[in-house]
């Protein structure tokens, strides 16, 4: 599979060889790996047999609950115990939860080292992984504090693929799906029937790294088109949350599926897509993941959620919209009504 050149770093899809070759020459002092528990069974055999380098492991415990700071605080703890220092580097070894946390902590640890993100879930792999975005939750609200910054590399490789229980892979091709709806409706016809061969996934994955790195390079902050990429999340992010209070707390592929059906109706309610763009999109979506008639959580608690989250403009909520498949548009305000009339349309029957 072709490399995918960004701006400021490769992403590789199983070309460890080139990898290392950049690592050994810039000469690192230390090396440490963050995984957490599973990772370091099922994936640090990988990495050490694709790399011939001397790894420092650093574990922490799995989950998004533990995106925190005192995690990051355990990661800088280990650092200096481990001897690294600014000419140091990281490998961020996981899903979205250790390539944020791991870059974040990267970042920041002696005002910053240099990181490279091998993603091994197909949600990190087609999302977090790509665009420099790191940080941490903070008082029960999702990556409140973080920066962008770049990695050294990204390192795909589907055999980490092998290593994910369904429901996980499924949590990852929600990215998928939102790729085809904000930029490419072709590529939404290919993904939306969720019936991929495993010689057809790696080749999906690479397009759909593609469209978030076409989008991410011509908004690396995120100040315009980039925000597109946030469809499905605002609502998507609220329910997510709310859902660690429950017995069985939501995978985040999962809340932004039932995000993108919710923001799907929102686009319907403000006429940018049609009734029947609505229903296939909603049709496909509940096909895949089911109606999660569990988190039906009232406007009440939803909506002090949306007033916190970060793409808001003077207290307005805002959203990502759909303009039709494969085209959307940014900063569009809604009202509660509009967003209470989005929520029950998901579970609408």
């Not at 999302?127 to 504090?145: C, E, Q």
């Not at 091709?173 to 939404?188: N, P, S, T, V």
């Not at 996934?201 to 469209?211: A, M, Q, R």
């Not at 509660?336 to 579970?347: C, L, S």
Request: hydrophobic residues 40%.
């Amino acid at each position: 599979m072709e490399i995918i050149q960004c701006a400021a770093y490769p992403i590789f899809f199983g070309q460890w060889d080139q990898l290392e070759n950049q690592i050994k020459e810039k000469e690192y002092s230390r090396i440490a790996v963050i995984a957490d528990e599973n990772t370091e069974v099922h994936c640090l055999p990988i990495l050490r047999e694709r790399l011939d380098l001397d790894l420092n492991v650093i574990v922490i415990p799995s989950g998004e609950q533990y995106k925190n700071l005192d995690t990051a605080s355990y990661i800088w703890e280990r650092m200096l115990a481990i001897g690294m220092d600014r000419l140091g580097l990281t490998l961020n070894l996981g899903g979205g939860v250790i390539g944020d946390m791991g870059g974040w902590t990267a970042s920041s640890f002696m005002r910053g080292m240099d990181f490279i993100q091998i993603p091994t879930t197909l949600l990190s792999m087609v999302d977090a992984s790509v665009g420099g975005k790191l940080g941490i939750d903070f008082y029960r609200v999702k990556n409140m504090i973080g920066l962008i910054k770049d990695p050294q590399a990204v390192m795909i490789d589907h055999e980490f693929l092998k290593t994910l229980p369904e429901e996980e892979f499924r949590s990852g091709y929600a990215e998928m799906l939102k790729h085809g709806l904000i930029r490419d409706q072709a590529y939404w016809e290919k993904v939306k029937d969720y019936k991929i061969d495993d010689a057809d996934i790696f080749s999906l994955i690479h397009s759909s790294v593609g469209i978030k790195k076409e989008v991410v390079e011509t908004d690396p902050q995120e100040r315009g088109l980039r925000k597109v990429l946030n469809f499905g999340h605002t609502l998507g992010h609220a329910i997510e949350t709310l859902s660690f209070n429950t017995d069985k707390p939501l995978l985040h592929g999962e809340a932004i599926a039932m995000g993108m059906v919710m923001e799907a109706y929102m686009s319907y309610q403000k006429e940018m897509i049609s009734q029947e763009s609505f229903q296939e999109i909603k049709a496909a979506i509940v096909d895949i993941y089911g109606l999660q008639e569990m988190y039906r959580f009232p406007i009440s608690d939803i909506m002090p959620l949306l007033r916190k989250d970060k793409k808001n403009i003077r207290g307005r909520i805002m959203f990502s919209l759909l303009n039709g498949i494969g085209t959307s548009e940014f900063n569009i305000e809604a009202t509660e009504e509009e967003i209470n009339n989005a929520v029950a349309a998901y579970f609408d029957r």
